[in-house]
């Protein structure tokens, strides 16, 4: 096992030479013996000794303490004090510089050894501390998702760098200022009756219960909300007292995935209108809304007439063309509580909440008038009249289910085309 290498400082030759002796005789190895404050900086830049002794009165201009504080600015080296005198002025200065350790001279064989033995292991502790701290500080400076720990006095006790990032603030900045980190980046105003405390992250502080939260807001520097998912846990602080712990993520482009799957999900890609499975949905939800407060429900089957020859006469971009304009007409003409979707190839259907069959049939034959109305580029150069064949059907007049309802809407707008198309049927009454 190599030798513990010591460094010592001493003005008093007599007095260096029986220290370097004891040290010796001790199992020390002792790599130098130096009487000035610069010599032992000089030393302890080119040998790196394991522990250095360090008498407080020294030659020259400089003592102990000074050097030892010079040393310390460089060099990561434990320094225990040595003097004939326990001057409290001295111990105080001694405490401030950084050292390990103080010995009286003469020394106590027993009294050195506990002394350079508890210096080395205190110094060695500090420094697994000190990696620990750096490592702990290398893995969330490189985390994804912000990191928080709040205090339950509302202090930041710390913020990682995504943290900063994501929200535009500092730990200083926020201290300095006095804010509640919690109550300036999540604001949630009272809804019917609840308040602050259903917040999830105060509610960790009173049940101390972990919280995890898929989608919430948090807000930024300049103001803006923007989605997160977070989870918050209980600590204990090491001075005592209780902290959580915030791990947040900024969910916008999940949430941007997700919405724009959904739309794919429920959309017709060429039109934008709601497809045919989002209809059946949607029909379904509102016959269950009308049975429950007998309200009345209207449908519009909608063709476009003489497609086909736009097709083949034109080519089917010229088809897609009329199918993405005659869509986006419906979506004008429409109330917003309306359903616009399209059923399959030039098929539309309208789905109008609240609408009796009469006041369907007068805004079928509105609708009708107006597209017959508006000219429609197929082409470049090409316009043309397109026309609706529309059949109207109602619960409870001509259907009492979903697929009822639009089977009778579907067979009035065949009995539009075989009448000349360019008109509104009513279905017959359900019998």
């Known amino acids: ?53 360090m008498d407080i009165m020294l030659d020259g201009d400089m003592d102990g303490i000074d050097a030892a504080e010079t040393i310390r600015q460089t060099q990561d080296i434990p320094i225990i004090f040595v003097s004939a005198h326990s001057d409290s002025e001295f111990l105080q200065r001694a405490k401030i ?84 980190l919690h109550s300036v980046i999540h604001q949630h105003p009272e809804k019917n009756g609840e308040s602050e405390n259903n917040c999830p992250i105060v509610q960790v502080f009173e049940t101390k219960f972990p919280q995890r939260i898929a989608d919430d807001n948090f807000i930024n520097r300049q103001g803006k909300s923007f989605p997160v998912s977070y989870s918050a846990v209980p600590m204990q602080l090491p001075e005592g007292g209780m902290a959580v712990v915030i791990a947040f993520q900024d969910i916008s482009e999940r949430k941007k995935v997700l919405e724009k799957l959904e739309q794919m999900a429920t959309h017709d890609a060429l039109t934008q209108l709601f497809n045919r499975g989002s209809l059946i949905s949607q029909l379904s939800e509102e016959i269950s809304r009308t049975q429950r407060y007998a309200r009345p429900l209207s449908i519009f089957m909608l063709d476009i007439d003489y497609f086909k020859k736009v097709n083949d006469q034109f080519g089917h971009q010229a088809g897609d063309n009329v199918l993405r304009n005659i869509a986006r007409q419906l979506g004008e003409i429409v109330r917003k509580t309306d359903i616009v979707a399209r059923y399959g190839g030039e098929e539309f259907v ?46 409870p007049n001509h259907a ?32």
């Open 1 to 53: 096992m190599n030798s513990i290498r010591i460094l010592l400082v001493e003005d008093e030759r007599i007095t260096a030479m029986d220290e370097c002796a004891l040290l010796e005789e001790m199992g020390y190895e002792v790599i130098a013996s130096v009487a000035s404050g610069q010599k032992a900086i000089d030393k302890a830049l080119s040998d790196k000794p394991d522990i250095i002794l």
């Open 97 to 180: 510089s950084g050292s390990v350790g103080y010995v009286l001279k003469p020394f106590n064989r027993e009294s050195l050894s506990i002394n350079i033995e508890m210096a080395l292991h205190k110094h060695n502790l500090n420094y697994q501390l000190q990696q620990n701290q750096k490592f702990l500080q290398e893995v969330t400076s490189v985390l994804t998702e912000g990191l928080i720990v709040i205090d339950s006095e509302g202090y930041t006790v710390f913020m990682n760098p995504e943290a900063e990032k994501l929200l535009g603030r500092t730990k200083e900045e926020i201290n300095q200022q006095g804010l509640d």
């Open 350 to 395: 309208i789905v109008l909440p609240e609408t009796s069959h009469e006041k369907a049939l007068e805004l079928a034959e509105r609708l009708c008038t107006m597209i017959a109305s508006i000219p429609v580029n197929v082409t470049n150069n090409t316009t043309l009249k397109i026309t609706l064949s529309i059949g109207v059907a109602s619960y």
């Open 400 to 431: 009492y289910g979903q697929e009822q309802l639009l089977n009778s809407a579907d067979e009035a707008m065949y009995e539009a085309k075989r009448a000349g198309r360019n008109q509104v049927k009513s279905a017959t009454i359900n019998q």
